[in-house]
Nanobody, 120 residues
């Protein structure tokens, strides 16, 4: 069982920056693909960025060039650096740990989320 705790969400003006952190415990952090999702009020949860165990990264088009995901396996932590924030980035940001077990089961763990609000 992996526990995930996000932090770093805040109220920020458009054009500002934030760094989100997600600290993991209770499992072998390095074997998981780590994902950041976001869910705006009344909307579905969308994948924003991911980083594999091999440090390959992927981003949704709307954040490319503005957001950067990284991981520190020694600290069991994944980060999301967000620059040039826009009002449409406002959402609850959730951390996800994902892997496919050797027997084929899909394993997912979720944090509780951290609120990011971008407003003048």
């Amino acid at each position: 069982q992996v526990q995930l705790v996000e932090s770093g969400g805040d109220l920020v003006q458009p054009g500002g920056s934030l760094r989100l952190s997600c600290a993991a415990s209770g499992g072998i952090f390095s074997i998981y693909t780590m994902n950041w999702y976001r869910q705006a009020q009344g909307k579905q949860r969308d994948l924003v960025a991911s980083i594999t165990s091999g440090h390959t990264t992927n981003y949704v088009d709307s954040v490319k060039g503005r957001f950067a995901i990284s991981r520190d396996n020694a600290r069991n932590t994944v980060y999301l650096i967000m620059n040039n924030l826009k009002p449409e980035d406002t959402a609850v940001y959730l951390c996800n740990a994902h892997r496919i077990a050797p027997w084929g089961a899909i394993i997912d763990y979720w944090g509780q989320g951290t609120q990011v609000t971008v407003s003048p």
